[in-house]
C-alpha cells in the first residue's frame, strides 16, 4: 500500500468521550497534516509536523484536540471530552519535502459523529 | 495561505457542455493549486501554478494563474461524468506550505 492510510474509517461517539485516530502517512514523507472538513465546505488546516516536531496549531485546535507524531512516522490525534461541534470528516495528508511546496496526498479520512 | 474565494458554488451542465470555475483573492498569491474532490472522497492534487500568467493543460483541463497572481481558473472542455465532483483551488505559503482551501465548486453532469 502506498497512500496515507487513516484508521479507523468512521467512529460514532457520545458527547463526552474521548477519540484517538491514527494516520499512517507515505513512506519517507516527513511532513504530516491535519485537517477538518465539515459537510458542504472545503477542508481547514489543524496542523502540521515536520517529522516529529509539530511546527504550527490552527486556531481550531483548541486545548480538548493532541496531535502527536512521536517517531516522525505515523500521528495520532485525540480529542478529548467531545462535542457534537466536532462530527466532521478528520482528513490526514503527508508530503515528501520540507521547504517545498510540493503535492500534499490525502487519505481517506475519518468521519466522526458525536452523539 | 490566504483566503481564497470560488464562483460559482454549483454549476450543472449538460454533459459534453463546458465548464469554468473561477478563484479569487484579494492579495497577491505566491502559488495556487487546484484539488479535485469527488463526492465521498478525498482531496486529490491536480495542478500547481507559481508564475505570473501561467497556463497548464491536463488533457481537457486549461489553468490558468492570472498576471497579477490574485485570480486563478479552472476549464474543463466537453465535460464527461467522471468530471463529478467539487474543485477546490487552493492557496500555500512557501515554507510551511499548509493548505488554505477555497469554497469549492461543485460540478455535477446531467447525462
Known amino acids: 500500500d502506498t497512500g496515507v492510510s487513516q484508521n479507523p474509517r468512521h467512529k460514532i461517539t457520545k458527547r463526552g468521550q474521548n477519540v484517538t485516530f491514527r494516520c499512517d502517512p507515505i513512506s519517507e514523507h516527513n511532513r504530516l497534516y491535519w485537517y477538518r472538513q465539515t459537510l458542504g465546505q472545503g477542508p481547514e488546516f489543524l496542523t502540521y509536523?515536520?517529522?516529529?516536531?509539530?511546527?504550527?496549531k490552527s486556531r481550531l485546535l483548541s486545548d480538548r484536540f493532541s496531535a502527536e507524531r512521536p517517531k516522525g512516522s505515523f500521528s495520532t490525534l485525540e480529542i478529548q471530552r467531545t462535542e457534537q461541534g466536532d462530527s466532521a470528516m478528520y482528513l490526514c495528508a503527508s508530503s515528501p519535502r520540507a521547504g517545498f511546496t510540493d503535492t500534499q496526498y490525502f487519505g481517506p479520512g475519518t468521519r466522526l459523529t458525536v452523539l | 495561505g490566504q483566503q481564497v474565494m470560488q464562483i460559482p458554488q454549483y454549476q450543472h451542465v449538460q454533459e459534453g457542455e463546458d465548464f469554468t470555475t473561477y478563484c479569487n483573492s484579494s492579495t497577491t498569491l505566491s502559488n495556487i493549486q487546484w484539488y479535485k474532490q469527488r463526492p465521498g472522497g478525498h482531496p486529490v492534487f491536480l495542478i500547481q501554478?507559481?508564475?505570473?500568467?501561467e497556463v497548464k493543460k491536463q488533457k481537457r483541463l486549461t489553468f490558468q494563474f492570472g498576471e497579477a497572481k490574485k485570480n486563478s481558473s479552472l476549464h474543463i472542455t466537453a465535460t464527461q461524468t467522471t468530471d463529478v465532483g467539487t474543485y477546490f483551488c487552493v492557496s500555500s505559503n512557501f515554507g510551511n506550505e499548509k493548505l488554505t482551501f477555497g469554497t469549492g465548486t461543485r460540478l455535477t453532469i446531467i447525462p
Open positions: 509536523f515536520q517529522n516529529e516536531a509539530q511546527l504550527e
Open positions: 501554478l507559481v508564475k505570473s500568467g
